[in-house]
């Protein structure tokens, strides 16, 4: 039995590990958003509106209805002029 270990030397090994990876975790620099709030400008219109980059729903011109942002399930598709990006 010198070649086994016990159970609880597993459980206490895990425990060590565990810990080692929470603290490499504090260490480690807050991510930055990959997503911002842009202002764009109607090709039709010329009416301006700010858009969120990663928006899930289509998003159209309150003037003349035309469609400026299209979903695609992470960043949307921009069919507007690009103006600035905010933020």
Do not use: H
């Not at 209805?65 to 103006?83: C, D, H, I, N, P």
Request: proline content about 3%; glycine content about 10%.
């Amino acid at each position: 039995m010198q070649g086994m270990q016990s159970r609880n030397d597993d459980l206490w090994y895990s425990v060590e590990e565990g810990r080692d990876r929470s603290m490499k975790r504090e260490r480690e620099p807050i991510p930055k958003t990959r997503s911002t709030f842009i202002l764009v400008k109607c090709p039709d219109c010329g009416e301006e509106r700010i858009l969120f980059s990663n928006s899930a729903k289509d998003i159209g011109c309150r003037g003349c209805g035309r469609k400026l942002a299209e979903s695609r399930g992470g960043k949307s598709l921009v069919l507007a002029t690009f103006v600035k990006r905010l933020g």
